[in-house]
């Protein structure tokens, strides 16, 4: 299988984060990636195929914003990473606020998503990385691998949260669509809902968006994921949210993902998508699924039986000494 990697990637290192209730040592580290490029052997860098890809999820002001955040947090005397302390809630009014404090709150509902120097590079690198897997199915690959790093799944058009700063996973669907393919359908299988993607298709019909995760009742990130959230307009019905709860071993999460793959089947598309996350592990530092590393061979088996082109992208994982051995035996399932 062909996978792809930016070393640019590794340029996004914050030192910490907030979680649950004390500053403790950013957890979506550059060591993911090696464990993960350690186990899978050489991966081929992605051609640039610039923003244009990327402007069609995430609008112009929002990537400015990212690329700018870090400087001007520098700029207004502050040390370390960019971070959001203060968001407007729902109902304020929109304001055009030009101070970089604001603007981190504007841009962002969390916070576990510091800007650090690499912040910007490195997530276009990542979404770079994206776009060549999904290319390489577009021509004829049954399926390919992104190191996806920074993650995406979390990113909204034009916010960040969740260690997710772009979304690749949503840049790849438009791709697949401005190719000329009429359908896609993403299967998102992280431990956390894939609020960000869900949020960016929620009208669509022609992107389908599945998702097997965490319940938000109990887990991040609460506000979004839940079972009646269906999609609206013209994409209603587009939207399956299959909530598990803690706990759940291979043999409940197997039979999620057999509702999942029907539906995927049912709507007929020319590419999958699936933003992988290996937090359902059952030894995740920050997870509490049961799922162990000979499962993903049968998950990664059972989604390859669809019969689809298929990128796979990588969302979360911090059990960073099983990483490399998950993300390869759900590969290997292809
Ligand atoms: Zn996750």
Known sequence: MRIFWDERQRLHAPEKELHNGAFVPFAETPARADAILAALGPAETPRDRGEAPLLRVHPRDYLDFLKTAHRDWRAAGRDGDAAGYVWPVVRRRALRLERIDAKLGRYSY???????????????????????????????????????????????????????????????????????????????????????????????????????????????????GHADETGEGAGEGATLNLPLPRGTRVSEFERALATALERIAAFEPDVLLCSYGADTFAGDPISFFKIETADYAVIGRRIAALGLPTAILMEGGYAVDALGANVAAFLSGF
């Open 110 to 224: 969390d916070a576990s998503t510091p800007i650090a120097a690499g912040t910007w590079e490195a997530a276009y690198a990542s979404v770079q990385s994206a776009l060549a897997a999904t290319e390489a199915v577009l021509a004829g690959e049954p399926a390919a691998f992104a190191l996806c790093r920074p993650p995406g799944h979390h990113c909204g058009a034009d916010y960040m949260g969740g260690y997710c700063y772009l979304n690749a996973t949503a840049v790849a669907a438009e791709a697949v669509i401005a190719a000329g393919r009429r359908r896609v359908a993403i299967l998102d299988i992280d431990y956390h809902h894939g609020n960000g993607t869900q949020d960016i298709f929620y009208g669509r019909g022609d992107v389908l968006f599945v998702s097997i995760h965490a319940d938000p009742a109990t887990d991040y990130p609460f506000y979004w």
